[in-house]
């Protein structure tokens, strides 16, 4: 047990848990309004829409940090432009600009010949991580936290009854906007850390499996904070004994959650 | 009823842990297996060929595990949490470099571990290796530029397509494990020359089974760009490739770059493609159909095959490839000769 237990020393394995915390929380407590207002196709949406503005910071030479975030920016707010009034549907506005953007950046791959510098943001790997991708991962899940809860009370009323918090005087539109934005910060910070599929999943998953077990905001979004680290934590656990691949066990974890939410539904709350 | 729902929570909670516990709990000797080196040096390689060439210099030395084994293929890889440690317990690592394994560095800086990472073609002298996009060098007539990149700056890492290339890196080999163990140098030395013989004769072998190869059939169209040291030492012409790419990881070939290779065959006269085991072989295979040209059994480039496989050592794979070339183009291979 010894010989096992040392690898938690490293620092590559501490830097995961801890990135499960930083990425986790600020994914798990979006997730809640993700969910609430059935828009869960915007996590994988934004992860993608990225890689247009990664492959541009390549070839003109900026970080690809950068590219991802500016990229992610301007789908948040593309979307929420072209779905402003209600001829194209929010969900529509997600799956044409994420198509779209992805597209834009397959074609400008074509100008560099090769997937792998893309790689490493595309398909993030959590044992990789650095001082500095921690550092912005921090920031950015730090400052989404900070900026959703200096607008939490509206924020909660415009995801449950938008035409009510309209007739009140809450600047509806606005706020959508703030949060698709506040879902690029988040989303950029985390596929840097985990790659595209984790971060939807961290996204949507805690968030649906509190979603089943209260219709509290505030306790949903504990309860999401709590699986995203048991899932999280759980899986990365999992994955250093038994050597399977860490994005896909955390990502099973999370979903072990949701089974067993739903299952405490099905029979607790008929 | 409310708290009847905490109380049921908790207990969901603590099934779970339960439940994912019982899932931790593997045979840890299968796991981590202690102390496997014994006394010997642990070594870690990227690939499944490097590992032969460590093991070979090495000898009862060394003890080499490799991240990516037989049948993988080192371009894409995902690093799990026992990599870290076998990075950690490495007294040296080794790679080839020039973004042939582009994860492995990443992977030796956040392991943090005190092992040098060796990246045995970056250490190579740079005039001896070859441009990653040989195939367009002699089409300077026509304009197409879309080739041009970035990556393609970096030379081709697949050096052991040519065996007097291994055979350097042979030499580095020796040349690093006599710098970490200097006590076993002569081992080490008699080892790489025990290997260095057989890699001159299969040399030898293989130079004598392309020269039965009519001279107007040495041309290569094949998956990947990989070929580069192979043609120059075989003295094949390289026709090009589907994915115009020394990486398997690339975008598939445009329709107009699909037409332009079609049009390059013809105009070659080149009869038979050859696809790369373990990359896709869809674009090849499709440019084949549409050339009307025949489909080779599959190549061995970037890694071993399993033991039951064709390309089980990298004589093996040297062998089954330049046989497979030399049967689709018209030569013959000697069987007594092996």
């Known amino acids: ?270 | 009823m409310y708290f009847l729902f905490a109380k049921n929570l908790f207990r969901l909670i603590s099934l779970s842990a339960i439940l994912l516990l019982a899932a931790c709990q593997p045979p840890e000797a299968e796991v981590w297996p202690e102390n496997p080196g014994g006394n010997r040096l642990q070594i870690v390689t990227s690939f499944s060929l490097l590992q032969e060439w460590v093991e070979a210099v090495g000898g009862d030395a060394v003890v080499v595990r490799s991240f990516v084994g037989p049948e993988g293929d080192p371009h894409t890889y995902q690093a799990r949490p026992g990599d870290l440690r076998k990075m950690v317990d490495a007294a040296v690592v080794f790679g080839i470099g020039f973004e042939f394994e582009s994860w492995l560095p990443r992977l030796h800086r956040s392991s943090e571990t005190p092992a040098p990472l060796i990246l045995l073609a970056e250490s190579l002298p740079a005039e001896s290796l070859l441009d990653g996009h040989h195939c367009d060098e002699h089409e300077h007539g026509h304009d197409h530029h879309h080739h041009h990149d970035h990556l393609h700056d970096l030379p081709d890492p697949h050096l052991w397509m040519d065996i007097r290339m291994t055979q350097k890196l042979i030499d580095l080999i020796e040349a690093e494990l006599t710098t970490i163990q200097p006590e076993q140098a002569d081992v080490f030395a008699e080892n790489a020359k025990a290997y260095q013989e057989k890699l001159t004769l299969l040399d030898r072998q293989l130079v004598s089974w392309i020269s039965t190869v009519p001279e107007e059939n040495r041309k290569l169209f094949t998956g990947h760009d990989v070929f580069a040291y192979f043609a120059e030492r075989f003295g094949f012409e390289v026709i090009g490739s589907a994915l115009g790419s020394a990486s398997t990881e690339t975008k598939d070939p445009g329709a107009g770059e699909i037409r332009e290779l079609i049009q390059r065959i013809r105009d070659s006269g080149v009869q038979v493609v050859f696809p790369e085991a373990g990359s896709d072989s869809r674009a090849v295979r499709r440019i084949a159909e549409e050339a009307d040209v025949a489909v080779a059994p599959d190549l061995y480039t970037d890694y071993l095959s399993l033991p039951d496989g064709p390309a089980y050592t990298y004589t093996e794979m040297m062998r089954h490839n330049v046989r497979t070339i030399v049967e689709a183009l018209g030569g013959t291979v000697a069987d007594e000769d092996e």
């Open chain 1, 1 to 270: 047990m010894s010989e096992a237990l040392d690898i938690f020393s490293l620092t590559a394995v501490r830097r995961a848990y801890l990135a499960i915390l930083l990425v986790g929380i600020p994914c798990a407590v979006m997730g809640c309004f993700v969910v609430l207002r059935r828009m869960a196709f915007i996590g994988d949406a934004l992860a993608h829409t990225v890689l247009p503005g990664i492959v541009i910071a390549f070839l003109k030479g900026f970080h690809l940090f950068f590219g991802a975030l500016v990229a992610g920016i301007i789908t948040s707010f593309g979307i929420g432009w072209l779905s402003r009034r209600k001829e194209v549907r929010e969900d529509t506005a997600i799956g044409i600009l994420f198509t779209a953007m992805f597209a834009l950046g397959i074609l400008l791959m074509g100008q560099t010949g090769s997937f792998r510098d893309f790689e490493g943001i595309l398909f993030g790997n959590i044992l990789y991580l650095d001082r500095l991708t921690l550092q912005a991962m921090a920031v950015l899940g730090g400052l989404s936290l900070l900026l959703l809860a200096s607008v939490f009370k509206e924020m909660e009323l415009v995801s449950y009854d938008p035409s009510y918090a309209q007739t009140i005087g809450i600047k509806t539109e606005k706020l959508r906007y703030l949060l698709l934005l506040l879902l690029a910060f988040t989303v950029v910070g985390a596929i840097q850390a985990v790659g595209v599929i984790l971060t939807s999943a961290l996204l949507i998953t805690p968030a649906a499996t509190a979603a089943l077990l209260t219709k509290k905001l505030p306790l949903m979004i504990l309860l999401a904070s709590l699986f995203a680290l048991l899932g999280g934590w759980g899986g990365l656990t999992f994955s250093v004994f038994t050597n399977f691949p860490s994005g896909a066990a955390i990502v099973l974890a999370c979903t072990l959650f949701f089974g067993l939410a739903y299952l405490y539904r099905s029979v607790f709350r008929k």
